[in-house]
């Protein structure tokens, strides 16, 4: 028996929905909205409404009847801390991220529209590895100050389904491996998967710089910008995500830009490159101290694991650690979908959020 699944990832400025039949896609496509309609709202939950009926009218228009569905999955949104997994959506999930989400992220309709549409033809509603999946031990929560806590919020969807198609690709049981896994897109989270959990990780704010993200910067520094009375908690937020890293130096966060800048011989962008993937090998060696240095593999993953260039010379740096694979790409909506295939299949039983 197969299973039709629909997989719903809303963005800032786009929703992605995707049909598998089992692990066979059906479609793939990405909903855009102009700058203009979504200025209408003044948050990103007023648009629930909105991208439920831009859903139901592309499946209508690829001829796909919602009505063949066996479970509808949507992107985990900025729940208080979570396991990893599948969590069934219940009214108690749909209640905390209307009113109590951690902050205002589009993912956090992800649950809400599934429900909505898997609720219309009487099939289960899944969540799968939320952006707040946090699995870190006591030692690894400790900051250095006590009123700070660290956290753990990142790409842990597309991360946790990386460890697991590397492991079920070399016949492993991923529950006895160690392995690290860096996600490098527009943000980088680096996570530790220890024996089957996510023990460790580095989330954008705390770790090397990307693209669009400063990343760890020093303390004072960073105090005396913010009372210097030159930007609001607004600036310097969107200093640190939005207009740091790469950007804040070359005024793009392109990636294929800079490498097209230092094939014509900008050497100030070779540094700003070099410097990113020498913050990216630290984080990654930084895991591997964790597990005493017992790591079995390093998978680079993210858009920007696409690059050869980049990714050779970062795997330069860390291949005295283990061995390294490259699995380019955010690989979101398969995540998604396989997650909640692996419950219909009864190879995974989804968790009750309470």
């Given at each position: 028996m197969s299973f039709k699944i629909l997989a719903i990832n809303p963005g800032s400025t786009s929703t992605k929905i995707a049909v598998y039949d089992d692990e066979k896609l059906i479609m793939n496509e990405s909903i855009l909205y102009s700058s203009e309609e979504l200025s209408k709202y003044k948050s990103n939950?007023?648009?629930?409404?909105?991208r439920i009926e831009s859903i139901k009218k592309l499946l209508l228009e690829k001829n796909i009847k919602i009505e063949n569905l066996d479970a509808v999955v949507g992107r985990g949104g900025a729940l208080p801390p979570v396991k990893s997994g599948a969590y069934k959506?219940?009214?108690?999930?749909?209640d905390t991220l209307?009113?109590?989400a951690v902050l205002d992220h589009a993912s956090n309709l992800g649950a809400i529209i599934a429900k909505s549409i898997a609720d219309s033809i009487n099939v289960d509603s899944y969540i799968y590895d939320s952006i707040s999946v946090d699995e870190m031990s006591d030692v690894a929560r400790i900051s250095g100050l006590k009123d700070i806590e660290r956290k753990s919020m990142g790409h842990a969807l597309n991360t946790r389904a990386m460890a697991l198609k590397y492991a079920k690709d070399k016949n492993l049981d991923y529950k006895k491996l160690n392995l690290i896994v860096a996600h490098i897109g527009g943000g980088a989270t680096v996570y530790l998967h220890e024996h089957g959990k996510m023990s460790d990780m580095i989330s954008d704010d705390e770790g090397p710089f990307s693209p669009d993200r400063s990343g760890r910067v020093p303390c004072i520094s960073l105090i005396e910008e913010c009372y210097s009375s030159k930007f609001t908690e607004y600036d310097m937020k969107k200093?640190?995500?939005?207009?740091?890293?790469?950007?804040?130096?070359l005024k793009t966060n392109d990636l294929r830009k800079v490498e097209e800048m230092i094939d014509n011989g900008d050497k100030n962008a070779?540094?700003?490159?070099?410097?990113?993937i020498y913050q990216m090998a630290k984080a990654i060696g930084e895991m591997a101290t964790v597990v005493d240095g017992k790591v079995d593999a390093i998978i680079i993953t993210g858009g920007i694991a696409h690059s050869k260039?980049?990714?050779?010379?970062?795997?330069?740096?860390?291949k005295f650690i283990s061995k390294v694979e490259i699995m380019p790409g955010e690989n979101e909506m398969e995540s998604l979908a396989f997650g909640a295939l692996r419950v219909l299949k009864g190879e995974e039983e989804a968790r009750e959020f309470k």
């Open positions: 939950m007023e648009q629930l409404e909105m959506v219940n009214d108690y999930m749909i209307k009113n109590r200093k640190i995500r939005g207009k740091g890293g790469i950007y804040s130096y070779q540094i700003i490159y070099d410097a990113m260039k980049f990714t050779e010379k970062l795997t330069k740096k860390i």
